[in-house]
């Protein structure tokens, strides 16, 4: 049976990642506004990508035999001055992700929840990989500046992305 306060914290959690599907789905919309769909593909990809990892949550909250309840989500940033502000914000929503699933691993450590830091582990890893995901565009978009030719060249690239396997938990 899942403790009370890590199954609150974990519900939270469904909702930060659904939340984060639902601000990369914003993203895409604004770069699909400004005729950059290799962009919108990226952000679309990434926005699945929440989804799984809600579900991961989602799922593992039922297999402890706990309860699931859904909270309400704000609305997502729709506004954005360009490309580089769109990756720059989704570093830093990233950043503020990591410090969530820490707290979360520092709450199962706290309850000698051994199930669920195993559970964890999966988002620990997973995140210095979204970190990175958007930091290397962040850094690819201030080295090429945003002259149409560049962005057109990367705009081809992050059109490019395939979904990221996501074994593990759930
Ligand atoms: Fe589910 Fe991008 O963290």
Redesign the pocket.
């Known amino acids: 049976m899942l403790d009370k306060a890590i199954q609150d914290a974990m519900n939270e959690q469904i909702k930060?990642?659904f939340y984060?599907a639902y601000q990369?789905l914003s993203m895409a919309a604004y770069c699909e506004s400004v005729n950059l769909p290799g962009f919108a593909h990226w952000m679309r990809t990434?926005s699945q990508?929440?989804m799984e990892?809600?579900m991961k949550f989602y799922d593992f909250i039922l297999a402890r035999n706990g309860r699931v309840v859904l909270q309400a989500m704000d609305q997502p940033v729709v506004d954005f001055s360009s490309p580089l502000e769109v990756f720059e914000q989704a570093l830093e929503?990233?950043r503020e992700?990591?410090a969530m699933?820490n707290d979360l691993y520092g709450l199962a450590i706290r309850e000698n929840d051994y199930a669920s830091q195993a559970f964890l582990q999966w988002?620990v890893t997973?995140?210095v990989e979204?970190e990175k995901n958007a930091g290397d565009v962040v850094d690819t978009l201030k080295m090429v500046g945003e002259k149409s030719e560049s962005l057109f060249l990367l705009d081809r690239e992050l059109g490019g992305r395939t979904r990221e396997e996501q074994p593990g938990p759930g």
């Open positions: 930060n990642e984060s990369y990434q990508e929440e990892h809600a929503h990233e992700v990591t699933i988002f997973e995140q979204e």
